[in-house]
């Protein structure tokens, strides 16, 4: 048995949480839209297409906005592709992917689909072949009143009232010579300014997000990021981050990435700030980190030019589930400056939920950790004070508890604590400053077997367990966290 110390001051304010830092994505690939959000004729398909079993799942994940259509994807798409009657849709080559899109699910379908959801749009204009004005138009399309054009065909196309999409990325990952038409940061950086200029006087109260680094290890990592808020600082208001995490052999170094994505954001303020101070600015550019995950990256080309096919469809364990819970929880302690966050993706590709065409649906390991921190993660983020173990990792000096407290708005304290340690974690814990408490649950995400999966044929092997509360009141109190285990306590702050 290992020990922690961890004192919660109810005054130690971060930030509140935005609620957009508990979204996702969904990109045209593989069969995240097609045959996982959109399968007419499946059983459970609605009037739409829609399957109301992965509606229900996404509804229980809590997810604020959704991203969309892409990813490497966008750098091609061309949106008019996927407007007006179906049966005049061009079928195209998908060149990031190297498959056939259909165009039968388009900008109308994602927005009638995040309704029914209960999610927002967080749409995306393309910076690789899509020129300003195509952004523009789109920006009209979706939000013009009406009496031009594109909003015209809008409400020809059903829907009269516009979409009020308020929230835009220019490009997706431009920084990758793997992407569509990819650009340095200068071409780049005068592209999204334009393009941010025309969309903020289509609508002036949309936020931009602009495309940063899209893994720290890009050769031109950190000073794209700096370019590029110069020549956008007075334009656009968030800077995207992407990064992607998997296993290189030992669990340890892996359970630690959120060391990693802790200092990717740090170096990414400081990038920001130095902008702002360079260009005598009052704001402050805002992170979005609108693609995070455990991805194995693969090099699948086996699908090539078919519809839909299976792509990127990572199976997770239990150790993805508490990497992915460490950098969910690294976002959250983030709060002041990450306002966005996306996890990647949503359905079938690198996802928390997985499909069966024409068959069923589930919850992959990864569902919980997000599930839970999208649930009681909101409020306002606290910076506890930690004694723990450290050891040292690939990532350098790495504590064996990892901590996020946030106070609810009803009178509750939530702390998650991911113990990365072989040892099980006693931990006292002082939150006097909060007055007398109750301990409301302790929900504990652990198992024997590290390498455990979620499958078709066995879909709860791996869900969190409940452990039996700390009884009474209280001002202080002691729990014991599992070795490898993701856990979230929460407390009620008694009147
Ligand atoms: O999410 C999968 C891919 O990862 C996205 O298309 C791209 O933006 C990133 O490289």
């Known amino acids: 048995m290992k020990n922690a110390k961890l004192h919660v001051e109810k005054d130690f304010e971060v930030a509140r949480t935005d609620g957009r ?83 039968q699910f388009g900008i109308d379908e994602f927005y009638d689909w995040s309704r029914k959801a209960g999610t927002k749009v967080m749409g995306a204009v393309n910076m690789g072949t899509g020129t300003p004005k195509d952004a523009g138009e789109l920006l009209e399309y979706c939000n013009f009143p009406g009496g031009t054009y594109w909003s015209d065909l809008r409400a020809k196309n059903g829907h009269r009232d516009p979409m009020d999409i308020k929230l835009w990325c220019i490009g997706n990952e ?27 006087l289509v609508d002036p109260s949309v936020e931009l997000v602009v495309c940063g680094s899209s893994t720290r290890e890009q050769a031109t990592f950190p000073d794209w990021d700096r370019k590029v808020m110069e020549y956008t600082y007075g ?56 693609e995070w995950n455990v991805w194995y990256i693969s090099k699948d080309r086996q699908h090539d030019w078919m519809e839909a096919p299976p792509i990127l469809e990572d199976n997770y364990s239990l150790l993805d589930a508490l990497v992915t819970a460490g950098l969910g929880m690294t976002l959250i302690n983030h709060a002041d400056r990450v306002k966005i966050a996306c996890l990647a993706q949503l359905v079938n590709v690198i996802a928390p939920i997985a499909t069966q065409k024409g068959g069923s649906a589930i919850r992959q390991t990864i569902f919980y950790p997000f599930r839970y921190l999208s649930e009681f993660g909101r409020g306002t983020v606290l910076q506890p004070v930690i004694d723990t173990p450290k050891v040292e990792t690939k990532h350098g000096d790495t504590p064996l508890l990892y901590t996020t407290a946030v106070r609810g708005d009803d009178n509750t304290v939530t702390v998650f604590g991911l113990n990365i340690g072989d040892d099980a974690m006693q931990v006292e814990m002082d939150l006097a400053s909060f007055g007398t408490l109750t301990m409301l649950e302790h929900v ?16 709860d092997r791996v869900k969190p367990r409940k452990i039996e509360p700390v009884s009474g009141t209280f001002h202080s109190c002691s729990v014991v966290l599992p070795k490898q285990s993701w856990n979230m306590l929460r407390f009620q702050v008694e009147k």
């Not at 966008?74 to 996927?82: I, N, R, V």
């Not at 992407?179 to 200068?186: E, S």
């Not at 296993?247 to 740090?266: E, P, Q, Y």
């Open 21 to 103: 830092l508990f979204s996702s994505f969904l990109e045209h690939l593989g069969r995240a839209i097609y045959t996982g959000i959109y399968e007419p004729g499946h059983p459970e398909a609605d009037e739409d297409g829609f399957r109301r079993d992965v509606l229900k799942l996404v509804q229980e994940l809590h997810v604020d906005y959704v991203r969309y259509p892409g990813g490497n994807f966008l750098s091609g798409y061309d949106w008019k592709d996927g407007i007006g009657p179906k049966e005049n849709r061009p079928r195209r080559l998908d060149l990031a992917w190297r498959t056939i899109e259909s165009n």
């Open 235 to 290: 334009r656009a208001d968030y800077l995207s981050m992407h990064r992607y995490y998997e296993n290189c052999g030992n669990d340890l170094d892996f359970l630690a990435s959120f060391v990693d994505m802790d200092g990717f954001i740090h170096t990414l303020v400081a990038a920001a700030d130095y902008v702002k101070a360079k260009v005598r600015g009052k704001k402050d550019f805002n992170l979005s980190f609108d």
């Open 174 to 200: 431009m920084d990758g010579d793997w992407q569509i038409c990819h650009l340095d940061a200068d071409d780049y950086g005068k592209k999204a300014r334009e393009t941010a200029k025309i969309m903020k």
């Open 444 to 459: 504990c995400l652990d198992g024997n077997d590290l390498n455990a999966k979620n499958t078709f044929e066995a879909p």
